[in-house]
């Protein structure tokens, strides 16, 4: 008794599924559902832009090898990126439905938009798994973070790094793209932290999360402030951090304002490392894009009592209620964290982030 109490126990966490047997194993049905299994299964994968590295560089790789090793190499994942383009990426969706996928993962263009070719595959029977954003429409299960805590995180980043001078900093907010549902979130989040405690002084939206249309409103924003009176910079990721830390270099300044950040790309750690950049947010694609490819292969396989233990959190879309949903926690990313974070996940190596231009700065911060 006292034993079956204890392994359920240790069996409720999400990251502890895979060693409790309900991932990859015979845990369900025993080995005649097992045998029975289909391997043989397609994944579509739909991504939505090529301009933030995590995409092309993490997501569709780690998935891939997941699928892979959870159908003994014989699954296999259609990948196609939408290059930011909603059209281009309903045209993709439509493809993969003609071509009989057995399951979706779709990381939205557009949330909303996107909701009718949702609607299609789940009339022609293919079951959609919302990958990293909220797509509307008639999802079977999202996984992602808690996006709000993202802007959370960010925002008292910039409250810790203004200190008492907080009341009287002026701040500039570069938000994502208002079709990205976690935008919202993000800057929900931020504005809590922010709100009341420092002057925002502008807010930019940034259309398809583009770091040129970040790198024309940061311009845009330093001739109506004042190069020298910008406090701090909320960017809402590290695409949008690099071109708002250009635009600062470009004007002339003379010390970078602390500038927040997301997705613990490799020149943002890089820029943290120089000082250039205050943090970024990193989420753990391995932990996202792992559990996205599981979801996907317990789906297809009518495992549901695996899928059900994947997706135990349950979220609202503006469309569908309670749909169930893993949320992959979140942490801050400063010079501090570099080692405990992407090091120790094993998404860069010092080396990689220790090129011959930022030896002083890696050796500063202890990175050897
Ligand atoms: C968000 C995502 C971020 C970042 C951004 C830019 O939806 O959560 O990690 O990649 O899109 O495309």
């Known amino acids: 008794m006292r034993r079956a109490a204890t392994a359920l126990a240790a069996c409720s966490s999400a990251l502890s599924l895979a060693a409790c047997g309900a991932i990859g194993g ?23 832009d090529r301009d933030t590295a995590r995409f092309e560089k993490f997501d569709h790789p780690i998935i891939t090898k997941e699928v892979t090793s959870l159908t003994h190499g014989k699954g296999r994942v259609l990948y196609a990126n939408a290059e930011a383009s909603v059209d281009k990426q309903s045209e993709q969706f439509q493809r993969m439905i003609d071509d009989k996928v057995d399951v979706i993962l779709v990381d939205a263009v557009d949330a909303r938009l996107i909701a009718p070719d949702v609607q299609k595959s789940k009339d022609a029977g293919i079951p959609v798994i919302a990958y990293d954003r909220l797509a509307q429409g008639p999802i079977d299960a999202y996984v992602s973070h808690d996006n709000e805590l993202v802007g959370q995180v960010q925002g008292r980043a910039i409250t810790e790094a203004l200190g008492t001078k907080a009341s009287s900093s002026k701040v500039v907010m570069m938000n994502g793209d208002p079709a990205d549902p976690n935008t919202a979130q993000f800057k929900q989040g931020a504005l809590g932290e922010l709100e009341g405690k420092v002057d925002i002084v502008k807010q930019y939206d940034t259309d398809k999360w583009s770091p040129a249309a970040a790198e024309a409103n940061m311009k845009e924003a330093i001739r109506s402030v004042g190069l020298d009176r910008i406090a701090a910079v909320y960017a809402a990721n590290d695409g949008i951090a690099g071109a708002v830390i250009d635009a600062l270099k470009e004007a002339g300044t003379g010390r970078i304002p602390p500038v927040t950040g997301q997705d613990a790309n490799l020149d943002a750690v890089q820029r943290i490392v120089a000082g250039e950049q205050r943090m970024t947010v990193y989420k753990p694609f391995l932990d996202e894009a792992t559990y996205a490819a599981q979801m996907a292969v317990t789906k297809v396989q009518g495992r549901d009592i695996a899928f059900d233990a994947l997706t135990r959190d349950r979220v609202d879309s503006p469309t569908h209620q309670n749909v169930p949903a893993l949320l992959v926690p979140v942490v801050s990313l400063t010079k501090d964290t570099i080692k405990k974070t992407v090091i120790a996940d094993g998404v860069y190596t010092v080396r990689q982030i220790c090129t011959a231009a930022h030896a002083a700065g890696c050796a500063a911060v202890g990175l050897k």
């Open 26 to 48: 015979d845990g369900e049905g025993g080995s005649n559902a097992s045998s029975k299994r289909r391997d043989d299964i397609t994944v579509g994968l739909l991504l939505p």
